[in-house]
């Protein structure tokens, strides 16, 4: 496992933009595929996007599709998650997430590490 810590959430108006950090500990982020996933209240964790450590490939929810970039920078340890054009249905607790594997899992039972999250609220 690798040690991971959000930041970056706040509160923001819809339309606007936020992008939040992750930071990792050690020496093996480099071999980690980052997702990035979300949490309303009452509802279950949905994942919204991920990068692989082999190729940097990524992968988006349907909803975040055009809005969302995942980006990574291997020298820093860290994963980023912008956020365009967001919206009221865009608030939630959203956690950073890693796994071993090279795939761009959606899962959340794939990923073996997590940070603790960071909310973001959209206000109409």
């Known amino acids: 496992q690798v040690p991971l810590v959000e930041s970056g959430g706040g509160l923001v108006q819809a339309g606007n933009s936020l992008r939040l950090s992750c930071a990792a500990s050690?020496?093996?982020?480099?071999?980690?595929?980052m997702g990035w996933f979300r949490q309303a209240p009452g509802k279950e964790r949905e994942f919204a996007a991920a990068i692989s450590w082999s190729d940097s490939s990524t992968k988006y929810a349907d909803s975040v599709k055009g809005r969302f970039t995942i980006t990574r920078d291997n020298d820093k340890n860290m994963v980023y998650l912008q956020m365009n054009s967001l919206k009221p249905e865009d608030t939630a607790v959203y956690y950073c997430a890693g796994t071993r594997g090279s795939y761009t899992e959606t899962r959340p039972d794939a990923y073996d590490s997590w940070g603790q999250g960071t909310q973001v609220t959209v206000s109409s």
């Open positions: 050690g020496r093996t982020f480099r071999r980690y595929t």
